[in-house]
């Protein structure tokens, strides 16, 4: 079995805390920083979730994504009240409001004509017109997360 590095765990809670507190992901250096780890360890932890798909970085190590949050500006924003964060896809700003436990309203658009989509979340019922279309099944999701 392959043993995660030092710190990994404690590396993908700050992660996951973070992006939801503030909208963003820390990098490696903010990652060491905060968890007084040398950013040697640091960066392994990252390489080890990434290899094994519990977030995904870029060649420099900084995260991209941990699901459901995006790290980068995407077409899919969710807000609640005065705070926003950036889904991976549609399905993902669903995943954003369920993890945060929170009413809020998903920001898309369409792919074909750029028309926005506007869906809010009440007492976890949508509420608007819209319609999700997954371009690949879900069994083709993982093979790159990215271009998915």
């Keep these: 079995m392959d043993t995660p590095p030092a710190a990994t765990w404690e590396v993908r809670h700050l992660i996951f805390t973070t992006i939801a507190e503030r909208g963003t992901a820390p990098d490696a250096a903010a990652i060491a920083a905060t968890l007084a780890i040398s950013p040697e360890t640091a960066r392994d932890a990252l390489t080890w979730l990434s290899d094994h798909a519990e977030i995904v970085i870029d060649p420099s190590g900084d995260v991209v994504m941990a699901h459901p949050f995006s790290n980068v500006e995407t077409p899919f924003k969710v807000t609640i009240g005065d705070r926003s964060w950036w889904a991976n896809c549609a399905w993902d700003t669903f995943g954003i409001l ?7 309203t998903i920001h898309a658009s369409y792919a074909e004509d750029g028309a926005p989509a506007r869906i809010t979340i009440h007492a976890g019922v949508p509420a608007g017109t819209g319609v999700v279309h997954l371009l690949l099944p879900a069994r083709e999701w993982t093979k790159d997360y990215v271009d998915t």
Excluded: R, S
């Design 98 to 104: 369920a993890v945060l436990d929170a009413d809020g």
